[in-house]
Structure formats: C-alpha cells, structure tokens
C-alpha cells in the first residue's frame, strides 16, 4: 500500500516550514524551517510589530499557526483577541 496522502502531508509541511512565527500585533504568521530561522524578520513585513518565533517563557518553538498558548508551559503566546481586530500603529516600546 503507498502511503501518498502521507507522503503528500509531510511534503507539505517540509514546503512551508516546520515552526511557526507570527506577529504580535496584527497576528500575520509565516513558516519557517530550524535552518532558516535566522530569515525571520525581527518586525513584521505589513505592519512593522513584533514578531515572535518562540514562547517568551521557555523559549519553546511554535508548530501551530493558530496557537495562543505554548504546547510546552502553557504560558500564554499572544493576546487571545486577535484576528479581525482593528489595525493599529504598534504600541511604543520602552
Ligand atoms: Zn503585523
Ligand atoms: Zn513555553
């Protein structure tokens, strides 16, 4: 038996990457694969937010693009309230 659908899931997954970025604050996320992490922008491509890649507690990579708690500690990953917010200019930082 082949295992095509398998094969084609896992093909898909290797063409989008592997872990998950987004952007804290208009919630756009991109893929990306461990060896291209460094690719990552520090700001995000449409509004210039803060894009996180990890958990800020444990440092744990994100897989899901949906995810707003850490798969590892459970420590919160983004505001719950995201998507379909109004898009504002990102808060001031320090
Ligand atoms: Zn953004
Ligand atoms: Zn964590």
Redesign the pocket.
Known sequence: MGRASDWLREERRKTLGDWVAFCLACGHAQRYFTETETDVPAACPQCGGEIRSR?P????RVSSMFAVE?E????ELRPPVQFGATIRKPPKKG
């Open positions: 958990c507690s444990c440092s744990a850490c590892d500690c459970g420590a």
